[in-house]
């Protein structure tokens, strides 16, 4: 079974219709995207419009694209999660195709005896939306906060509550407690994790300055638990800064294509992988780095 994988659009229409051309060309039968859907900030820079803005991409955009991947291309399942940026993400499914999949804590068998399971939380970032984000644990330090920071109201108006950041980062569960509460595969080895967070000091997390920004409390998930593979995204510069989109924790591999969304003459290209479940490293294949390997 061939599997796409990519991260961090971010709305931008021109990646999106290369991850179709990509979908046909590679004659993948599962996609999955990692997180950071929708648009960020809108031309305005305001933030009240940012959720209106995501639902609108959502709708008038996601929605009629995902309906064309399903119907015009070998793509049997989609598979999402929420990253950071996406505050609007729960009116997406409002109007998706059924073979498109909220993934976030979620579980999903595939026919084949693969599983898949999400987790769209990321440590503490310096940005402003928060809901998508927790304590990595009761210990690691975060970054300055700003204030306000916002959070999605429950109701369906789209409006921003603004939150006091320490505040309302301190009063939620940790990413270390959350992962105990996610579902448990039936078999470890051929668990696929979703996540956006990237795990932390590894060649998948490395930001400017060539820090790593990634969840202590993933790697160490990861170390426990040994699945066979982890999907990842958020930290879009780190496969340029560490030569390569892929690294191993004991038995398990993990990956973060990286993204660039540069407003240049030259539109960047898609940062995505394709590879076949069944042989990952041997038919792995990046659409912008060369032949990579965990060794």
Same mark, same amino acid.
């Given at each position: 079974?061939?599997?796409?994988?990519?991260?961090?659009?971010?709305? /931008?229409?021109?990646?999106?219709?290369?991850?179709?051309?990509?979908?046909?060309?590679?004659?993948?039968?599962?996609?999955?995207?990692?997180?950071?859907?929708?648009?960020?900030?809108?031309?305005?820079? #305001?933030? /009240?419009?940012?959720?209106?803005?995501?639902?609108?991409?959502?709708?008038?955009?996601?929605?009629?694209?995902?309906?064309? *991947?399903?119907? @015009?291309?070998? *793509?049997?399942? +989609?598979?999402?999660?929420?990253?950071?940026?996406?505050?609007?993400?729960?009116?997406?499914?409002?109007? @998706? =195709?059924?073979?498109?999949?909220?993934?976030?804590?979620?579980?999903?068998?595939?026919?084949?005896?693969?599983?898949?399971?999400?987790?769209?939380?990321?440590?503490?970032? %310096?940005?402003?939306?928060?809901?998508? /984000? #927790?304590?990595?644990? #009761?210990?690691?330090?975060?970054? =300055?906060?700003?204030? %306000?920071?916002?959070?999605?109201?429950?109701?369906?108006?789209?409006?921003? +509550?603004?939150?006091? $950041?320490? #505040?309302?980062?301190?009063?939620? /569960?940790?990413? !270390?407690?959350?992962?105990?509460? &996610?579902?448990?595969?039936?078999?470890?080895?051929?668990? *696929?994790?979703?996540?956006?967070?990237?795990?932390?000091?590894?060649? &998948?997390? &490395?930001?400017?300055?060539?820090? $790593?920004?990634?969840?202590?409390?993933?790697?160490?998930?990861?170390?426990?638990?040994?699945?066979?593979?982890?999907?990842?995204?958020?930290?879009?510069?780190?496969?340029?800064?560490?030569?390569?989109?892929?690294?191993?924790?004991?038995?398990?591999?993990?990956?973060? =294509?990286?993204?660039?969304?540069?407003?240049?003459?030259?539109?960047?290209?898609?940062?995505?992988?394709?590879?076949?479940?069944?042989?990952?490293?041997? @038919?792995?294949?990046?659409?912008? &780095?060369?032949?990579?390997?965990? !060794?």
């Amino acid at each position: 079974m061939k599997f796409l994988y990519t991260s961090d659009l971010h709305g /931008e229409t021109h990646l999106y219709q290369e991850l179709l051309s990509l979908a046909v060309s590679s004659s993948s039968e599962i996609m999955v995207i990692g997180g950071d859907l929708l648009p960020s900030l809108p031309s305005t820079k #305001r933030y /009240e419009d940012l959720v209106p803005n995501q639902r609108t991409f959502a709708h008038q955009f996601l929605s009629p694209f995902f309906e064309r *991947i399903l119907e @015009t291309t070998s *793509i049997q399942q +989609i598979f999402l999660i929420a990253g950071n940026w996406d505050l609007g993400y729960r009116f997406l499914f409002t109007q @998706t =195709p059924d073979k498109v999949f909220d993934l976030n804590q979620r579980s999903c068998q595939l026919e084949n005896g693969y599983e898949l399971l999400g987790y769209p939380f990321v440590p503490p970032t %310096p940005f402003r939306p928060k809901d998508f /984000e #927790r304590m990595d644990d #009761r210990e690691t330090p975060w970054p =300055p906060q700003k204030s %306000p920071s916002y959070t999605l109201s429950s109701d369906q108006s789209g409006r921003l +509550i603004p939150v006091d $950041p320490y #505040r309302y980062l301190r009063e939620r /569960e940790t990413i !270390e407690e959350d992962l105990d509460r &996610l579902p448990k595969p039936l078999r470890s080895g051929r668990a *696929i994790y979703v996540m956006h967070s990237p795990p932390f000091e590894t060649r &998948l997390d &490395l930001i400017e300055g060539g820090k $790593p920004a990634g969840s202590r409390s993933i790697k160490a998930f990861v170390q426990r638990h040994q699945p066979l593979l982890t999907l990842h995204g958020h930290i879009h510069e780190s496969p340029a800064l560490s030569g390569t989109c892929i690294d191993r924790i004991g038995k398990t591999l993990s990956i973060n =294509p990286g993204q660039f969304i540069r407003r240049t003459r030259a539109a960047p290209r898609l940062h995505a992988v394709t590879f076949e479940i069944e042989r990952i490293e041997e @038919t792995l294949a990046h659409t912008c &780095l060369p032949k990579v390997r965990s !060794e």
